[in-house]
């Protein structure tokens, strides 16, 4: 599988070129037109690592669109979420399906407002508000698509001055990403004594799976009298011998 990288700052092919490259290694910005090289040179399904602030809009579009026409071929892209991923990087996100995205157990993910800045008059200023609208409701309709329960939440986040922080559950929960990278397992369920006992007593059942909780001393018994202590789990000899020979094989 091949791996391409999106760190640093989401920028256009106008800052691609030969001077650049020191820049795009120390992950300081991506442009859109390595990425878009990088998935025209892949031959087989790739891994879409993002680290990233954000960055250009129309950049980071491009890079959208060139994802769905990577997968339209009937190839793969699973998208690996670093320590950050906002803005126009949370976006590119949001266009996968949840399946495809994984995020560690430290990602942030952000939505925000598109910002610009207009020179001119009032028309001008006008006409730059309905731009950055219409963009931040194509933002909104996707993410509520996936949640609609939280759509004046949602909406909130690109209010002027505003932003929506999610964590790796979050994520998860929203439908935005599938899984934790190193998620600790769910805890295996415990099972006392006296329900072990029964699961071998009745056709050997494996009980690998369980978190066996040893037995604490009967009544009447100390650990001066012949009881074995392990790990602060009282359990009279004679039994514990017994016990200890079935559950080992």
Do not use: C
């Not at 950055?132 to 949602?154: C, F, H, R, W, Y």
């Amino acid at each position: 599988m091949k791996r391409i990288e999106i760190r640093g700052v989401i920028v256009s092919g106008n800052y691609d070129g030969d001077w650049a490259d020191q820049y795009i290694q120390r992950g300081i910005f991506t442009p859109e037109s390595r990425v878009r090289k990088a998935f025209a040179e892949a031959d087989d399904n790739v891994e879409l690592y993002i680290n990233s602030q954000g960055g250009s809009i129309f950049a980071g579009n491009e890079i959208v669109n060139v994802i769905q026409a990577f997968r339209a071929t009937g190839r793969k892209v699973e998208i690996t979420v670093g320590a950050l991923a906002a803005s126009m990087a949370a976006i590119i996100v949001s266009n996968s399906d949840a399946s495809d995205v994984k995020v560690h157990q430290n990602s942030r993910i952000m939505f925000h407002g598109a910002l610009m800045l207009t020179e001119g008059g009032a028309g001008a200023h006008e006409d730059s508000a309905s731009l950055l609208a219409s963009i931040n409701q194509q933002v909104i309709d996707k993410l509520t698509g996936k949640n609609p329960d939280m759509a004046d939440e949602i909406k909130g986040w690109f209010d002027e001055g505003r932003a929506g922080w999610l964590s790796a559950q979050q994520a998860v929960d929203m439908g935005i990403a599938g899984s934790i990278i190193g998620e600790d397992a769910d805890a295996a369920p415990k099972v006392s004594k006296d329900a072990a006992k029964a699961m071998l007593d009745n056709g050997g059942i494996d009980i690998a799976a369980f978190d066996f909780e040893p037995p604490k001393a009967e009544a009447g018994y100390t650990a001066t009298e012949g009881i074995e202590e392990t790990n602060g789990a009282f359990v009279p000899l004679a039994e514990y011998e017994t016990l200890k020979a079935r559950l080992s094989g």
